[in-house]
């Protein structure tokens, strides 16, 4: 997804998502989001509303800044199996962290409580 200016660039540094925590991040990374296809990463950043698998169901954000999607096509060379807690350890990241509710995830885990790692999905 291209965004429209400089303010925009710099979204990933300033607004928490499920990919990276906003001004709170420690060290700060931009970063580079790549979704499924055009349509899943318009509704990511809020440029679309609506049922996407049902036809008339979506409709456009009016007031969201104006987004270039563009295609990316990638060749993996490796993948990690994310059910291994050892690999969620080496990423630093636990099994709620990347499926559950991301925007509430760090008022529920504060330094003076425990890392949970669970090794299998919650059922969701």
């Not at 296809?37 to 679309?48: C, H, K, T, W």
């Not at 925007?103 to 003076?112: C, D, I, L, S, V």
């Amino acid at each position: 997804m291209v965004d429209d200016g400089e303010r925009s660039r710099s979204r990933s540094i300033r607004i928490p998502s499920r990919f990276h925590a906003g001004p709170t991040a420690h060290p700060q990374f931009e970063l580079l989001y790549l979704s499924e296809n055009q349509m899943v990463a318009l509704f990511e950043v809020r440029s679309l509303y609506g049922a996407m698998y049902t036809p008339g169901a979506v409709v456009p954000n009016p007031v969201a800044p104006t987004r270039i999607p563009i295609t990316v096509h990638v060749t993996l060379q490796a993948i990690v199996d994310l059910r291994d807690s050892g690999n969620l350890d080496l990423l630093e990241t636990s099994t709620q962290e990347l499926t559950g509710d991301w925007e509430h995830y760090q008022a529920r885990f504060a330094p003076a409580l425990p890392r949970l790692r669970p090794t299998t999905a919650p059922t969701q």
